[in-house]
C-alpha cells in the first residue's frame, strides 16, 4: 500500500530519521575513539573535532550533503542528481569538514585531481582504492544512509538503487553498498509500517549474500555476539553495532510498543548503548539513530538534545526535522493542498481554517525575541495563551505582545479556539 503523503505519522517519523541521527551523532561526539562512558552519555562537545556541545559530526554533515539533493523530490539514482550529491560532499570537504574518515578523505583528494563529472570522478577513485587495497568497506557509506531511506518511501527497489548508487560513490566494496541497502530499507519499513527489521531488505540483495548477512544479523542479536563490536570501523560491524544497541535494549518490542514506558525509553535508551560499546561512538549511534527516528518519530526524542544539536552547515535541529518531512513529502509526490506550512512548506490536509498557521512540527520551535526556547500552552481557564522557558518561568515578552520566532522569523502566537495553540504569519488576519 501507498504511504499517504499527509499522513501525519508518517511524516513525524520521516522527520526523526536525520534529527535522531543527529543526537545519536552528538552523543558519540565526546567518545570516539576514547573511552566509552559507564552510565548514560553527554553532549559535551570535544571529540576529533573538536566539537562544541550539542555539535554533530561528520556523520551527520555528509547525510545532510544526501539529504539536500534528495528533498528536490527527483530521486538519488539519475546520474545528474548523483552528481549534485558527489559536488555536496567535495565542497564539505573542501569548505567545512571538521573531521573525515581516512578513506572518505583519500577518495575526495584523488577524485579532486580527475577529470570528468563529479559521481564520476568520486567512483572512479574509489574503484582505484579498492583495486588497491582490497578493503574499503569502511563505515563512511553506512553513515550517511539513513537519509536515502527515505526518498521513494513507496518504493523498495528504488531505494535499494538509491542505497548503493550513493554508497559507491565512495565506498566500492560490495559489502558498503549491501549494509546501506538494508539499513535504507530498515529505515523505509519504519516510518511506513512502524516496525523495526533490519532483515526486510535480504530479498535485495544477491541470493548468494543473503546467508552471510542473516548471520551476521543472529550474531549481533545476541547478548554477547561473537563479533567484537567495538571494531565498528568496518561496514559490517557497525551495522552490527548498530543493530545490537537497538535490538538489545530492555525496551525493544519486535512487534509494536504496546507500553507507553517503553516507547519512551527506548529511543534514548537504545542511543546511549550504542556509544558504550566504543569505538567510533558518534558514527554508531549516529546509525542507529536515524533507525529509531524513523521507528519513533520526534515526540519520544529528548526535548533538551532536540534544542541543543547542531553543526554544519550553519543548520540546528528544526532545519533537520524539515529535511526529512520534506523528503519524505516530495519523493511520494504530495500535491499541494492549499494548506502549505509558511515555515517548512510541508503540505497538510486542507482545513480551510488558519491559512497562515505553522505545523505542527514547526510550532514546536518557537522562541522568544532573544532566542530562548518557548512552550506554548492553551490555559484558556486562566485567559487563553501561556507561554512558559523551559525552565517554566513565564515568557513575559511573548505573553504580553504574542509575538514569537522560528528560526529568527516573526510569528504570531494565541490560544486556538480548537482547544491548541495557533502560530501563523505576522499580519495574517483572523479566520
Do not use: K
Not at 549491501?178 to 512502524?194: F, G, I, K, P, Q
Not at 560499546?277 to 519520544?300: C, E, K, P, S
Amino acid at each position: 500500500m501507498r504511504p499517504d503523503p499527509l499522513d501525519p505519522g508518517v511524516l513525524d517519523r520521516a522527520s526523526g530519521v536525520l534529527l535522531t541521527q543527529a543526537c545519536g551523532d552528538a552523543l558519540g561526539v565526546p567518545y570516539e575513539f576514547a573511552w566509552p562512558p559507564e552510565g548514560d552519555a553527554e553532549m559535551r562537545g570535544g571529540g576529533l573535532g573538536p566539537y562544541a556541545p550539542g555539535e554533530w559530526s561528520d556523520d551527520t554533515q555528509m547525510a545532510v550533503c544526501v539529504a539536500r539533493v534528495a528533498e528536490l523530490g527527483e530521486g538519488l539514482t539519475d546520474e545528474d542528481r548523483l552528481d549534485e550529491v558527489a559536488a555536496a560532499f567535495e565542497e564539505w570537504f573542501t569548505g567545512g569538514a571538521s573531521d573525515v574518515g581516512t578513506q572518505t578523505a583519500a577518495i575526495l583528494r584523488d577524485a579532486a585531481r580527475r577529470d570528468g563529472r563529479p559521481a564520476a570522478r568520486l567512483r572512479a577513485a574509489s574503484a582505484a582504492l579498492h583495486a588497491a587495497s582490497g578493503r574499503t568497506a569502511g563505515n563512511g557509506a553506512l553513515m550517511r544512509t539513513g537519509a536515502v531511506g527515505l526518498v521513494a518511501l513507496d518504493d523498495r527497489d528504488e531505494t535499494a538503487r538509491a542505497a548503493r548508487a550513493v554508497a559507491e560513490l565512495t565506498h566500492a566494496d560490495p559489502l558498503a553498498g549491501e549494509s546501506c541497502v538494508l539499513w535504507s530499507e530498515a529505515v523505509r519499513v519504519a516510518v511506513t509500517e512502524e516496525r523495526l527489521d533490519v532483515r526486510a531488505g535480504l530479498d535485495l540483495l544477491p541470493a548468494d549474500r543473503r546467508p552471510a548477512w542473516e548471520a551476521w544479523i543472529t550474531d549481533a542479536e545476541q547478548d554477547r555476539p561473537t563479533a567484537d563490536l567495538r571494531t565498528n570501523g568496518f561496514t559490517v560491524t557497525a551495522f552490527q553495532a548498530a543493530w545490537h544497541a537497538v535490538r538489545r535494549s530492555p525496551y525493544f518490542c519486535a512487534e509494536e510498543f504496546t507500553e507507553y514506558d517503553a516507547t519512551v525509553s527506548h529511543l534514548p535508551d537504545a542511543l546511549h548503548r550504542a556509544v558504550r560499546i566504543g569505538g567510533d561512538t558518534d558514527t554508531v549511534a549516529a546509525i542507529a539513530g536515524a533507525l529509531l527516528g524513523a521507528r519513533h518519530g520526534t515526540a519520544f526524542i529528548p526535548r533538551e538534545w532536540q534544542l541543543l544539536v547542531h553543526g554544519w552547515p550553519g543548520m540546528m535541529g528544526l532545519d533537520l526535522s524539515r529535511l526529512g518531512r520534506v523528503t519524505a513529502q516530495r519523493g511520494l509526490g504530495a500535491e499541494d493542498t492549499g494548506q502549505t506550512c509558511p515555515e517548512c512548506g510541508v503540505h497538510e490536509r486542507f482545513t480551510g481554517r488558519d491559512p497562515g498557521r505553522v505545523c505542527r512540527w514547526c510550532g514546536v520551535w518557537v522562541t522568544d525575541d532573544a532566542g530562548h526556547p518557548v512552550m506554548l500552552y492553551n490555559a484558556s481557564f486562566a485567559g487563553g495563551l501561556d507561554a512558559r522557558h523551559t525552565d517554566g518561568s513565564p515568557a513575559e515578552d511573548v505573553l504580553a505582545t504574542g509575538l514569537v520566532r522560528i528560526a529568527g522569523r516573526p510569528y504570531r502566537a494565541s490560544a486556538d479556539r480548537y482547544g491548541g495553540t495557533l502560530v501563523e504569519r505576522v499580519g495574517i488576519p483572523e479566520a
